[in-house]
């Protein structure tokens, strides 16, 4: 489908949604999709520091300013693919990291929150029409708040993140039950930072395990990601795609992104 | 005994006259206080009135509390009105057929939830020609 919406949540932060969002982003560049990547945790921005190196130059408009009818999207998004040398383009919408605009995206009220919510569900056929995008990625905040919600119901599928950690499995439950089946979203749940050193994978119960969690969550798990040493010692705001070509944790990644297409 | 005749054994030097006048005017007051009453219970009556009339067409409540339709309110809205605010973000304003195409329900159904969320004052309506347009404002 051109122009599908793809959100990244969670139900808590540290489950590494930012860095599937980013690497998933730069693996559909590198097979020369073009893509939208956009930051909607304006609480916490990240993409920011993810992607400095490539910006080049002072952010003249960012995706707060387009949420706030000061800018169009065109204006807010920035193309990074030559720098990282990408086949496809790559166009990011960075949040605002200072603190009043975080402050100012805190306040909104309701009705700000119907128009960006309308703003959001615009956006699918002004990127696919007008600006030639395959995939748009938003990265959202964790948990049940406007600015993830918002992205969660103008999205055409939802990836959940999650850790193995009974917290985070909890939170997904909870969050599947109440938020996600009330709007009936395409959500699939990606596993992510699995330890390889347990049994799960040492006796190939990898099988057993996606099928408990698919009868726990009653949704599909697309992937299992093991936690690998060095992607967790490496600064979060590295973009292996870029950075580690041929990790396996982007053979993950890809596969990941091979089932995606599938889901329309 | 007639009363009279008691007042006048009890009062010998009482005049009559001056009795009925000063009954008179205790009526005449009693009188003016009871049409204010009178009048002060018509303007209650009518302000009730109005009052019921307002929400009974639903102007009242969308004149005090503008409703909005944003994410988490839809969350406690029932499953089939929800649907129909989702398919109007998508399609910014549509009639009832639009939003059957949008939503795979019925028209009559998109005609009954869109109706009943514009009588909650989450949607506006408006007429073009034949057609009814929904929209969220």
Known sequence: MKGKVISIHSSRGGTGKTVIATNLAVTYANKGLNIALLDLDFRAPSLITVFSKGIGGPVKHWLNDFMNGQCTIEQALINVSEEYNLRGRLLIGLANPAIEAIQNM??????????????????????SNDMDIDRCIFDTSPGIQYSSINAVISSDVSIIVTTL?????????????????????RTVVLMNKVFPQTRIWSNGR???LISQMEKALKHPIIGVIPCYCDVLQAERASLLAIEKLGHPF????????EKLEHIE | MAAGETVRKKWPNLDVNVLLTMLIDELTQVNKKLDSMVELNGKMLKTQEEFLQRIANQSYRREI??????????LFLPRSL????????????????????????LRAVESASANQ???????????EGRRVYFYIE
Not at chain 1, 250 to 257: G, H, I, K, P, S
Not at chain 2, 65 to 74: N, V
């Open chain 1, 106 to 127: 805190i306040g909104k009220s309701r009705a700000w929150e119907v128009t960006a919510v309308k703003k959001l569900f615009s956006l699918r056929s002004t990127l």
């Open chain 1, 165 to 185: 950690d009974s917290l985070d499995v909890k939170g997904v439950q909870r969050m599947l039950a109440e938020f996600y089946d009330a709007f009936e979203k």
């Open chain 1, 206 to 208: 990898q099988k057993e």
């Open chain 1, 250 to 257: 982007l053979r993950n990644l890809e596969e990941v992104a």
């Open chain 2, 65 to 74: 509390i503008k409703l909005e339709p944003d994410a988490m309110t839809l």
């Open chain 2, 82 to 105: 929800r649907k129909t605010v989702m398919a109007l973000y998508k399609l910014k304003e549509a009639t009832a057929e639009d939003l059957a195409r949008e939503t795979n329900r």
């Open chain 2, 117 to 127: 969320l514009v009588r909650m004052g989450y949607l506006k309506k408006k007429r």
